[in-house]
């Protein structure tokens, strides 16, 4: 079936710094979704990518899509204490876009 | 608008004993997604709901579990009888007819 592999699973970084984690996958996908999930709450879409080598900001983060369609990347620039939680990306199994598949996560945590 | 409303937010049951959660997703939204996430396994979808009619059920893990949508402003997943690997947290989201699934806050079981 269609999996997604994310990397990191956690990290530790120091507030400033800049964040990297990608999301690779065995089969193509034709969307992207980047979510956030804070401590106790459930995930909130941060980013959605529609078209290969597609490149989307909002804000700090900047998430890619990558030129094979199996793969994405998300960017944190100068990473802050609330930007710890965990990050999952996710798409459409086939057969539409409701019935989503989610990575295992990377789990984010900034020391001040 | 409230976003999905979950209740309880937390529950605490004996091995054997019924379970229901309960969502009431976003007003005007046409799908209803549960989730199960653990931490070995992640985010799972364990069924959806199209204008409250099941569309996907396969991720139910057996037929201990059950959910229903009585109407577009209701759903219930019940567990019976619960078991301790059942602990999990379980998500409700809701959503239209895009990608993007609005989460509510969880229910976090322990099932002892």
């Known amino acids: 079936g269609q999996q997604l592999n994310q990397s990191p699973q956690s990290m530790f970084i120091q507030e400033g710094e800049d964040v990297s984690m990608n999301c690779t996958s065995s089969?193509?996908?034709?969307?992207w979704l980047w979510y956030k999930q804070d401590p106790g709450e459930g995930p909130v879409l941060l980013i959605a990518l529609y078209k290969a080598g597609e490149l989307t900001s909002n804000g700090r983060l900047t998430a890619q899509f990558g030129i094979t369609r199996k793969d994405s990347f998300l960017n944190i620039s100068a990473s802050i204490p609330s930007d710890v939680g965990i990050y999952f990306c996710a798409g459409p199994l086939s057969g539409g876009y409701q019935k989503v598949t989610f990575g295992i996560g990377t789990k984010l945590q900034v020391i001040p | 608008d409230a976003g999905v409303i979950q209740s309880p937010r937390h529950e605490v049951t004996e091995m054997g004993q019924e379970v229901t959660l309960r969502c009431k997703p976003i007003?005007?939204?046409?799908?209803l997604f549960w989730y199960r996430q653990t931490m070995m396994r992640g985010l799972e979808l364990l069924i959806y709901?199209?204008?409250?009619?099941?569309?996907?059920d396969s991720g139910m893990p057996e037929d201990r579990f059950s959910a229903k949508m009585p109407n577009a402003s209701f759903s219930t997943l019940k567990i019976q009888p619960s078991e301790p690997r059942d602990s999990a947290v379980y998500f409700c989201?809701?959503?239209?007819?895009?990608?993007?699934?609005?989460f509510g806050p969880g229910t976090r079981l322990l099932v002892l």
């Open positions: 089969s193509i996908f034709n969307t």
């Open positions: 007003s005007g939204h046409d799908y």
């Open positions: 709901f199209n204008n409250n009619v099941p569309i996907d």
């Open positions: 989201a809701s959503g239209g007819a895009g990608e993007t699934q609005y």
